[in-house]
Nanobody, 122 residues
C-alpha cells in the first residue's frame, strides 16, 4: 500500500491551498481516510477524517469551518482544501488510511504517506 501526498507549499494567511493524497495497493473505496499534521517540536495531531463513501466527515476544532476534506473514489484520492489558513497551520501534513472505522487517534491508521510541508506566512 502506498500513499503519496502532494500540493503542499507556501501560502499567505487568508489564501487557500489544496492537498491531494493518492492511494494505491488497497481498495480505496472500502477504507476511511484521515489527514494529520505535525508542527516542529510538536506531536502529530488529528486534522480531519472522512468515511469510505465520503458522506461523513469529522474535523479538529482548530480547522473546522476553514478546511474541507473530500474524496474521489474512482480516482483513489483524498483531498484537504485549506481556506483561510493561519500561520499556526504551518506543519507537515500526512494522509493516512484507517485500519477500520475512522477515528481521531493516529493508532487507528495503518498506512501513512510521507507528508507534505505547508508553510503559512503572515
Amino acid at each position: 500500500v502506498q500513499l503519496q501526498a502532494s500540493g503542499g507549499g507556501s501560502v499567505q494567511a487568508g489564501g487557500s491551498l489544496r492537498l491531494s493524497c493518492s492511494v494505491s495497493g488497497r481498495t480505496f473505496s472500502t477504507y476511511d481516510m484521515g489527514w494529520f499534521r505535525q508542527a516542529p517540536g510538536k506531536e502529530r495531531e488529528f486534522v480531519a477524517n472522512i468515511n469510505r463513501s465520503g458522506a461523513s466527515t469529522d474535523y479538529a476544532d482548530s480547522v473546522k469551518g476553514r478546511f474541507t476534506i473530500s474524496r474521489d473514489n474512482p480516482k483513489n484520492t483524498v483531498y484537504l482544501q485549506m481556506n483561510s489558513p493561519k500561520p499556526e497551520d504551518t506543519a507537515i501534513y500526512y494522509c493516512a488510511s484507517a485500519r477500520a472505522l475512522r477515528v481521531r487517534l493516529t493508532t487507528g491508521y495503518d498506512y501513512w504517506g510521507p507528508g507534505t510541508l505547508v508553510t503559512v506566512s503572515s
